[in-house]
């Protein structure tokens, strides 16, 4: 069975190199990056292994929605000027990458879901916790930084809803760190109260007249904006990659493993 060690470039690159007294050391900041690589490995043992990293175009999200991602640090100089660099040591080091477009989120959830259903397992290495709406058992999610998967039963408990109900929950609420809006005075602990009795969007819509008026009036009135957050927070599992896993082997390219994605 095909074990695919999918990395989030980014989100594993820049915790690291926030952790780095210089920020104009890339020798160091490589040397860590390695050494993280070699370790997710050696405890994974993937029979593939790829870097997503993020590309430079407008995302569809922001497309749709400027204020997506608004306020957010742009990267660092050194480490902007020091990546491709770094990609090339990987590369060395027989760790392929993978660039998106623009968000390598929705490379990530494509490359996971179509590896699943291709009988394979999946290992997400990323602290984003907007990959655990990808609800398949062949799919799991590595904290590198606190050596653990993403403990779902956890997430359910803090989060106070089920799952299936994530994205329900930031369409209702929002999510302040990708800037989604959600709908305006609905916050996490009513927006979790609401789906623990209504269950769904779309049952929760349909029964306003059973909620007291102020409540109603501002469901009433966010309701295209929770249906916008709803789509800028959904991960896309179709992309088209154009990949051959056979570049991805961890020891190599081998014509056993000559099927695309």
Not at 59 to 84: F, H, V
Not at 99 to 120: C, F, N, P, W
Not at 201 to 212: D, I, K, Q, V
Request: glycine share 6%.
């Amino acid at each position: 069975m095909n074990k695919f060690l999918i990395i989030d470039g980014l989100n594993l690159v820049r915790r690291i190199y926030a952790a780095i007294p210089d920020e104009n050391d890339m020798e160091s900041l490589t040397e860590r990056v390695s050494v993280a690589c070699t370790k997710l490995l050696r405890i994974h043992h993937p029979t593939h292994v790829a870097v997503v990293w993020d590309g430079d175009e407008i995302s569809w999200r922001k497309q749709l929605y400027p204020d997506y991602k608004k306020g957010r640090k742009p990267m660092p100089e050194p480490l902007a000027a020091g990546l491709i660099a770094l990609q090339e040591h990987l590369q060395n080091l027989q760790i392929q990458s993978i660039y998106a477009a623009a968000e390598a989120d929705d490379v990530i959830a494509t490359l996971a879901t179509k590896t699943a259903k291709a009988q394979g397992e999946a290992i997400i290495v990323s602290t984003d916790k907007g990959f655990s709406q990808l609800n398949h058992p062949r799919i799991s999610q590595w904290d590198h930084f606190n050596q653990q998967y993403l403990n779902i039963a956890e997430l359910e408990q803090k989060l106070g809803v089920d799952r299936s109900q994530f994205l329900d929950l930031m369409a209702l609420a929002g999510d302040s760190g990708n800037k989604i809006p959600g709908i305006p005075g609905i916050g996490p602990k009513s927006a979790a109260e609401l789906l623990r009795t209504f269950r769904t969007l779309a049952t929760l819509f349909s029964s306003l007249p059973n909620l007291g008026a102020k409540q109603a009036k501002k469901l009433a009135e966010g309701r295209d904006m929770a249906r916008l957050s709803y789509k800028l927070a959904q991960l896309q599992t179709d992309l088209p990659l154009n990949i051959n896993l056979r570049d991805f082997r961890v020891n190599g390219p081998t014509k056993a493993s000559s099927n695309n994605l």
